[in-house]
């Protein structure tokens, strides 16, 4: 997948890659410090518009058509080399599956570079992992290709009563169930905090959506964001002319990255500049959160 141009550095302040290899050369440099003891380093990646958007929804709903751009799938190839596990809301999955028409059982969200595979490999890595964060209201594991287990580890963050009702479908005994809160509700500080301690996961990558990305901010869990800009203007409300998938209402508007109640002036969170790079008219951010 070398059919990308190299990104050109505007300034990078990260720490150096842990090794020397070929394959950060389209990027340059790429570390991460060490995480913390009692959770994962958790880095999101998230591609918007001009006007900070995430999705136009409808049937041109996926984030790739924000992005548009060979050099931002190639990046997050980067990202999920370096992460223990991918985190997602249901709601991405359970999109990028609807996209795909009826009969499509989803994705399974893994390194596409053969290069990027074997820097993964370098780095001493296992087996890709994806983890699902959801209720299980209604959830049917058969229906889904990401949880077979077979080309990559699957997990799901859940209540207990959801871990229950995962554990009742007794037919995916191989998809880890990481269990926190009480009855219906997940504390989902709690499940991060097992996540290293019962799978061992310490470099942990959020592709969102932006439901599961406000909860983690909120919860001042997320340590960096990998921001791409796209050079699109989309807008907020979404357009008359542009067709309603079933159920959608007429009056309907397009998420940012960051879903449900946020901050306010006084607890607004901080962030520092870390690195920017330029692929064509895309623009790559990197910004590291600001602690007292
Ligand atoms: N531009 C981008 O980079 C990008 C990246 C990712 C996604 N997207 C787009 O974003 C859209 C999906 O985002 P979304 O906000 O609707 O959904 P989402 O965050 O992917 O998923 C939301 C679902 O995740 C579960 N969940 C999240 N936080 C939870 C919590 N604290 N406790 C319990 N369950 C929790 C719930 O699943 P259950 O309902 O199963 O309980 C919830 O309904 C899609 O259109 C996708 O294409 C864009």
Known sequence: MR?????????DHAEP????????????????????????WIYSNFVQS??????????????GEISQSRED????DLLRA?????????????????LRGPVSRGIVFQ?????????????GKGRERNIFVTRVVDLDLARLKAFDGDVVDAAIVTSP????RVRAQRSHPHVAVVAAGEGEAVD?????????????????LCEGGPTLYGTLARADLIDEKFMTVSPVEVGQLVPPEQARIAGEPSTLLRPTVFGGPGFTRENMTRWTWLSCRKAGDHQFNRYRRKRA
């Open 188 to 204: 989902l500080p709690a499940a991060i905090r097992k996540l290293r301690g019962e799978l061992g996961v310490e470099y942990l």
């Open 50 to 63: 001009l006007d900070g958007i995430t999705t136009l929804l409808g049937e041109h709903g996926s984030g």
């Open 3 to 11: 059919d990308i141009r190299p990104f050109e550095v505007l300034f």
């Open 17 to 40: 890659s842990p090794i020397a290899d070929e394959a950060y050369s389209p990027y340059g440099n790429f570390g991460f410090p060490s995480p913390p003891a009692d959770r994962p």
């Open 161 to 164: 009563a959801g871990a229950a």
């Open 73 to 76: 799938r190639w990046l997050m």
């Open 111 to 123: 390194v596409a570079d053969p290069l990027l595979r074997e820097l993964r490999r370098k780095l």
């Open 82 to 98: 370096h992460a223990d596990a991918i985190l997602m809301g249901m709601n991405t999955m359970l999109e990028e599956q609807r």
